[in-house]
C-alpha cells in the first residue's frame, strides 16, 4: 500500500497530494472503486451532485474499512443549486446520499458569473463550515476575479480551487495566484482525457528512462508542480500506477519538457461555461 503524503490547507486542515477522481462511474462501479482503491493507499476521493454517484461513494467509504478521519471526501454544488439557501439544502442532499455526518471538502463546481449567485453560495457554504457539516470549502473552475470577488465580500478565501490542469494547459498564472493568496491547487483531467497526451513520444522517452509509465510521468510532474492530481481509472493496475508516483523524481529539464507543449483548453472556459 502507498503511503501518499499529504498538503497543509489554509484553514489549517490537510489533504492528500494525490486524490481518487470519480466521475463518470456510475453508483455500483464507483462504490468498487473506492473499496478497492482504499486498500490501495488512497485517502481523497472527489465526487460531485452532476456526477450522480455520491450513493456509490459513499457505501464505498462506508465498506472500505478506513478510518473515517484518514479520509477526505469531495462533493461539489451544481449550478442549478446556486443561491443561499439552495445551497444548504443541496448540501444537506448530498450528504445525505454519500450517508456521512460530515463532508471534508465542499467546492462550487463552476461560477456561473451570468447567473451571479456564486457570491451566496459561497456565505451559504462558510455557514456550513462554522456550523461543523463541511471541514473545508473551496471552489472548482475560478478564476482569480472571481476569487477576489468572494475576498472582498465575504473575507474568506477558498482553501481549494480545483481546476483543468494538465501538460497541455498547466495554468501557471493561475497556480501564481493561488501560491501567493494560500491556496491549493487541485487539477480535473491531470492527464489530459480526449487528448493524445500519453502517447507523446517526449513524454515516453521520460517514463523510460525512469521505468514508469507515461501517466505516472505527468501525475509526477503535477505532484512536483505543488498541485493535486486527482486521476480516474477504472483498471485496478492503473489505479495502483497511477498512486505509485512518490518513489521517484524528474529532474528540471524533464519537468521543463513535459510542459512545454502547445498550450489549450480541453473543457469549458470558467468565464462563459455553464452547467446545471
Known amino acids: 500500500m502507498v503511503d501518499v503524503p499529504t498538503r497543509s490547507l489554509n484553514d489549517g486542515r490537510t489533504i492528500p497530494a494525490l486524490g481518487f477522481g470519480t466521475y463518470p462511474l456510475d453508483d455500483a462501479t464507483a462504490e468498487e472503486a473506492v473499496v478497492g482503491t482504499a486498500g490501495l493507499g488512497y485517502r481523497l476521493f472527489d465526487t460531485a451532485v452532476n456526477y450522480r454517484n455520491e450513493t456509490g461513494v459513499g457505501r464505498g467509504i462506508a465498506r472500505a474499512g478506513v478510518p473515517r478521519d484518514d479520509l477526505v471526501v469531495t462533493t461539489k454544488l451544481p449550478g442549478r443549486d446556486h443561491g443561499y439557501e439552495q445551497t444548504l439544502t443541496s448540501f444537506e442532499q448530498a450528504r445525505k446520499r454519500l450517508g456521512l455526518d460530515y463532508v471534508d471538502l465542499y467546492l462550487i463546481h463552476w461560477p456561473l458569473p451570468r447567473v451571479d449567485q456564486y457570491v451566496e453560495s459561497w456565505r451559504a457554504m462558510v455557514k456550513l463550515r462554522d456550523d461543523g457539516l463541511v471541514r473545508s470549502i473551496g471552489v472548482s473552475n475560478f478564476t482569480p476575479a472571481h476569487i477576489r470577488r ?22 501557471q498564472e493561475l497556480r501564481d495566484f493561488h501560491a501567493a493568496n494560500g491556496i491549493a491547487t487541485e487539477s480535473w483531467s491531470p492527464l489530459g482525457r480526449g487528448s493524445d497526451l500519453l502517447d507523446d513520444p517526449g513524454i515516453g522517452a521520460i517514463a523510460t528512462t525512469h521505468q514508469v509509465t507515461p501517466a505516472q510521468v505527468i501525475l509526477r510532474w503535477h505532484v512536483q508542480l505543488d498541485t493535486i492530481p486527482i486521476p480516474k481509472s477504472g483498471d485496478p493496475a492503473r489505479q495502483r500506477a497511477n498512486l505509485d508516483v512518490f518513489g521517484f523524481e524528474l529532474g528540471p529539464a524533464e519537468m521543463d519538457a513535459v510542459g512545454a507543449r502547445e498550450h489549450r483548453r480541453l473543457g469549458g472556459d470558467p468565464d462563459h461555461h455553464e452547467e446545471f
Not at 468572494?150 to 495554468?171: C, K, R, S, Y
Open 150 to 171: 468572494l475576498a472582498d465580500e465575504t473575507g474568506v478565501l477558498p482553501a481549494v480551487n480545483q481546476i483543468e490542469l494538465h501538460p497541455l494547459f498547466p495554468q
